[in-house]
């Protein structure tokens, strides 16, 4: 993948602050979300539309359907590590 421009990172960075903005106020906020195996998949759905949305997702043209798959994967792997609950335990120690 050639290097991003800035305009590209911004993007990015505005796409990961609606995916998670997203997650807190809809599927993060179910009890214990991570022991439903259908609210697990449905996080993980969210994700990889979210990312993939012409409107809301990665810069267009910038990923294959297939990378976006691996991105959404790694955000999946990420969220579920982190969110057991909101706030999230890990960084709210770091505040």
Known sequence: MPALSAAEIKRIKEVAIGLLQTL???????????DKETTRDAVRVTIQ?????????????????????????????????????????FYSAVA
Do not use: N, Q
């Open 24 to 34: 807190k106020a809809e599927k993060l906020k179910i009890d214990h979300w991570r």
């Open 49 to 89: 539309d979210f990312l993939w949305s012409d409107k809301t997702g990665l810069p267009v043209g910038l990923y294959t359907e297939d990378e976006v798959k691996i991105k959404a994967e790694d955000v999946f792997t990420h969220v579920y590590r982190v969110y057991p609950t909101i706030p999230s335990p």
